[in-house]
């Protein structure tokens, strides 16, 4: 099956902070450790400004795209913002922080939406409490740091955590994915995936060690995007068609530690009408089929308003829609998840 949908994939890492906030490694370092981790796009969002797009500034460092967003962040509530917007004052409420990246050309996520914390770990919880908002792009379905830490319920548990910093991915946590089926019941929530990298250091030298090393975290969670054509070399121009896959939902979100492979699609086919990515709408369900290809044999759950109603083995999908609603695909390889995919919405 060829793709019909002439898309252009992008392997990009979300939610990466610096030492310009609470991060360990200089901008500078972690592009270089994204060039190396395999990333076509590196999106630092640290917390609470963009310093980074003056040191060292945004664009083109060989292949590697190098964007500045923020990670708005109160007590609660977190925010990433993508784009050229400098953050407001974190002291606003959810919905003014919203309004206020939209009204930049920005896109926004709520960051972490589910993390509850982890009192073992000492870790605070950062949940979305604000649940009245509108206007928000999507959720972060899947963030590598606060989903690790929910395995953490003692201290031999915590001490075996600190030795293996990528355990806890088996999948993406069913309470949020729970959260993201139940909204796009009512309007498209877009999901993406963050590395929430820090290269957090414990001990002391010599005898320090990082958790969680750039390099390695961003070779973890990330999201892959789709453009209609490829990406510019003006990388204010890239950026713009970035926003645009996201703001349209043609993004996967990818465990890469299980394999970086592109190639992945998922569509709806109609005999009598044009082909529709994820993330778009759809009116009506007959005649239509859902159409996906994955670049290596995998198992595919096909999940419609958070119920799985079928599973396929392979590298192609074929699923004639019966009825209404969100559906989207996930896949697993060796019983883990690889990726999710944004819904298709059929009103």
Not at 159 to 187: I, K
Request: net charge negative; glycine share 10%.
């Amino acid at each position: 099956m060829l793709d019909p949908l002439g898309l252009y994939e992008y392997r990009v890492a979300l939610h990466v902070h610096s030492s310009y906030s609470d991060g360990t490694g200089s901008p500078e370092f972690i592009i270089e450790e994204a060039k190396r981790a395999g990333l076509d796009v590196l999106w630092l969002t640290d917390h609470d400004h963009r310093r980074a797009a003056a040191e060292p500034g945004c664009g083109y460092f060989d292949h590697l795209l190098f964007l500045v967003g923020a990670e708005i962040t109160p007590s609660t509530n977190h925010y990433l913002a993508l784009g050229e917007v400098d953050p407001p004052p974190a002291t606003l409420g959810l919905q003014a922080v919203i309004e206020w990246v939209n009204a930049r050309g920005g896109v926004g996520f709520i960051a972490h939406p589910e993390d509850r914390g982890n009192q073992t770990a000492r870790l605070p919880s950062y949940r979305w409490t604000d649940r009245q908002v509108q206007g928000f792009t999507g959720f972060e379905i899947w963030n590598h740091v606060s989903d690790w830490s929910r395995q953490i319920h003692n201290l031999a548990q915590g001490v075996w955590a600190a030795l293996h910093p990528f355990s806890g991915l088996d999948e993406a946590p069913a309470d949020t994915l729970a959260l993201w089926d139940d909204w796009g019941c009512r309007h498209a929530v877009v999901g993406v995936g963050g590395t929430d990298a820090h290269a957090i250091h414990v001990g002391r030298w010599p005898l320090r060690v990082s958790i969680f090393p750039y390099r390695k975290s961003l070779a973890a969670i990330r999201t892959h995007l789709y453009t209609t054509e490829p990406l510019s070399e003006d990388w204010r121009q890239a950026q713009s068609q970035l926003l645009s896959a996201l703001q349209s939902g043609r993004a996967a979100i990818v465990n890469a530690l299980l394999g970086q492979e592109t190639g992945f699609r998922f569509w709806a086919a109609h005999p009598e009408g044009m082909p529709v990515a994820m993330g778009g709408t759809i009116t009506g369900f007959s005649g239509w089929v859902l159409r996906g290809l994955a670049p290596v044999p995998a198992t595919w759950r096909v999940v419609h308003d958070g119920r799985v109603r079928a599973t396929v083995e392979g590298t192609v999908l074929n699923y004639p829609l019966p009825a209404g609603g969100v559906w989207r695909v996930e896949l697993f390889r060796g019983g883990q998840a690889w990726l999710y995919s944004n819904p298709l919405y059929v009103r």
